[in-house]
């Protein structure tokens, strides 16, 4: 069975920073695209930050471009999102979430086949 498990959410002040983390239970994960995606309280998830399987190539949702980085060590089965001036329309449940192995980085939530449980991220305005 394969877990992913998020970790780092929190309360924090808008401008302020966060670091999420997103461990891997399985290694032939990190072979694969990891996905962050957020959800807020009576909106649909939404996607936030990609990277693909090498850690070559990332893309964002235009809402967190310049803010916020993805990066991942596959040594430790591990992606991290890096939240830095963190925004009031920033709150939500973050999940992280993963693709099949050698497969291409993807946007939609629909072709991540492992999710997280999810963290909470609170900015306080």
């Known amino acids: 069975q394969v877990q992913l498990v998020e970790s780092g959410g929190g309360l924090v002040q808008a401008g302020g920073s966060l670091r999420l983390s997103c461990a891997a239970s399985?290694?032939?994960?990190?072979?694969?695209?990891m996905g962050w995606f957020r959800q807020a309280p009576g909106k649909e998830r939404e996607f936030v930050a990609a990277?693909?399987?090498?850690?070559?190539?990332?893309y964002y949702a235009d809402s967190v471009k310049g803010r916020f980085t993805i990066s991942r060590d596959n040594a430790k089965n591990t992606v991290y999102l890096q939240m830095n001036s963190l925004k009031p329309e920033d709150t939500a449940v973050y999940y992280c979430?993963?693709?099949?192995?050698?497969?291409?980085?993807?946007?939609?939530?629909?072709?991540?086949?492992?999710w997280g449980q999810g963290t909470q991220v609170t900015v306080s305005s």
């Open positions: 979430a993963a693709r099949p192995p050698f497969s291409s980085s993807s946007s939609n939530e629909y072709e991540y086949q492992y």
């Open positions: 399985a290694r032939t994960l990190t072979t694969g695209p």
């Open positions: 990277i693909s399987w090498g850690g070559g190539s990332t």
